[in-house]
């Protein structure tokens, strides 16, 4: 089994927010495995599919950011998924724009939503893909992380989530997360 968890915050206000690269990897992997409809459940928005036989989970929390960990927490202990099965998408400020970086498991960094689910799951060993977002020069990191990309960032934050939504769909092709971090990082 593979969860793959998206973070961000639900809602049309939030869509194309920079806080919001795991729901778009999310959205990208969606169209790229031909998947059309997302089921509400476990507090979260989520696809279950299978590929070459793995079952595929794609999963938008709805809790907001700092809940997120509940919802990866009802999934998992319902479909029994363990840590190892796991990969979190999370936007991070310590990177340029589209800049990715593949992680195997460590602390939260500073991003809560990651903070909630290591509390939720008591483990911080899942595999992540951070996209960067780069830290803001002027504005608060609340209101960086709020708002949409420039029109000239935005082609360079697209990379950043076809380049994540592609390590996602090589690690369900069966590359292991060692592969991975080679080639992408």
Not at 82 to 100: A, N, T, Y
Not at 108 to 118: E, T
Not at 126 to 140: A, C, E, L, W, Y
Not at 143 to 158: R, S, Y
Request: aromatic share 10%; with cysteine; net charge positive.
């Amino acid at each position: 089994m593979k969860l793959i968890v998206g973070l961000g915050n639900p809602g049309k206000k939030y869509d194309r927010t920079k806080h919001n690269m795991g729901f778009m990897t999310i959205d990208k992997l969606m169209e790229e495995y031909n998947q059309t409809q997302m089921k509400k459940d476990f507090e979260a928005e989520y696809c279950k599919f299978k590929v070459d036989g793995e079952t595929v989970f794609l999963v938008k929390p709805l809790t907001f950011m700092n809940e997120s960990g509940r919802a990866v927490k009802f999934l998992t202990g319902y479909y029994q998924i363990k840590p190892e099965e796991i990969m979190v998408i999370q936007d991070d400020l310590d990177m340029p724009i589209g800049k990715i970086r593949l992680r195997a498991k460590g602390s939260a960094g500073g991003h809560n939503g990651i903070k909630s689910i290591i509390a939720s799951m008591g483990t911080k060993d899942f595999k992540r893909i951070k996209i960067g977002i780069q830290h803001p020069d002027k504005q608060t990191v609340v209101n960086w992380v709020l708002t949409p990309f420039t029109k000239d960032q935005a082609p360079v934050a697209l990379t950043g989530i076809d380049n994540a939504a592609s390590a996602v769909k090589d690690w369900i092709a069966g590359d292991t997360f060692d592969q991975l971090m080679n080639k992408y990082n």
